[in-house]
């Protein structure tokens, strides 16, 4: 049903919103394999399947039928967008969190000796779960390099897919590096030194954000514990001076 339905999808004027999934997608890394004009029909289906379970609940409540029904079905459409939103932000934050690490590592196996390319199989030979999305980029890369890609276009698509500042400096470094001819190993040392410096400074920057976040529960706790402990005392003082 999806395939049938993305070629009457592929025929709509809706080329903002086909671009907007396609973007999703990219960052999730193709989820599920599917374009733009599928995943568009994906969410149409699941419209179409809920309206059957709606028309069963509506039965058992008239009045709030139209509700029902109109209710579920745009909830089913939302749904696998929702779920699109969800995988490609736990991508690009794994990437983010993981990368440091991978490139001080990927330093020490360019300093042993290994070119760019083995170390980068070297990381994903070690991997403790090689469908991480680190590593299954780190594939993708060999991937390109192994099609004829040169190093620049297979660093850059991996940006595009990947869009935060950690890639945006690895991929900077490891390009100028190669133009300009400096030794890689040595560029990508350094670059891990900045990549842990700036992880521990995102993380001090989070810890401070909780705090702040914290204050507003922390105080509402305060209040109802003290009305907790306050409040028996005034009924108490109420009552007695009543009698």
């Not at 991508?91 to 083995?118: I, N, Q, W, Y």
Request: contains cysteine; charged residues 20%.
């Amino acid at each position: 049903p999806v395939r049938i339905m993305s070629v009457a999808v592929q025929r709509m004027p809706i080329h903002d919103l086909r671009k907007s999934v396609g973007e999703q997608l990219r960052l999730s890394g193709d989820w599920l394999g599917l374009n733009p004009n599928e995943f568009i029909a994906l969410s149409i289906v699941c419209g179409l399947l809920s309206i059957i379970p709606a028309l069963a609940l509506a039965s058992l409540a008239p009045q709030y039928g139209v509700h029902t029904v109109v209710g579920l079905f745009a909830l089913a459409v939302v749904l696998p967008y929702s779920k699109l939103t969800e995988e490609s932000d736990m991508r690009v934050k794994h990437v983010h969190r993981t990368l440091p690490a991978a490139v001080e590592l990927m330093s020490l196996c360019m300093g042993a000796g290994m070119d760019f390319p083995g170390s980068i199989r070297q990381i994903i030979d070690t991997a403790p779960d090689r469908s991480a999305p680190l590593y299954d980029e780190f594939a993708r890369i060999l991937q390109e390099l192994d099609l004829g890609r040169t190093r620049k276009q297979a660093l850059l698509s991996f940006q595009d897919r990947v869009p935060t500042a950690h890639v945006q400096d690895f991929v900077s470094a490891v390009v100028q590096a190669e133009e300009k001819g400096n030794p890689l190993a040595r560029v990508l040392r350094i670059q891990a030194n900045l990549q842990r410096a700036r992880r521990s400074s995102e993380i001090e920057e989070n810890a401070g954000k909780a705090a702040v976040k914290l204050m507003f529960p922390s105080g509402l706790l305060l209040v109802c514990c003290l009305i907790l402990i306050l409040g028996p005392v005034g009924l108490d003082k109420g009552f007695s001076g009543r009698f």
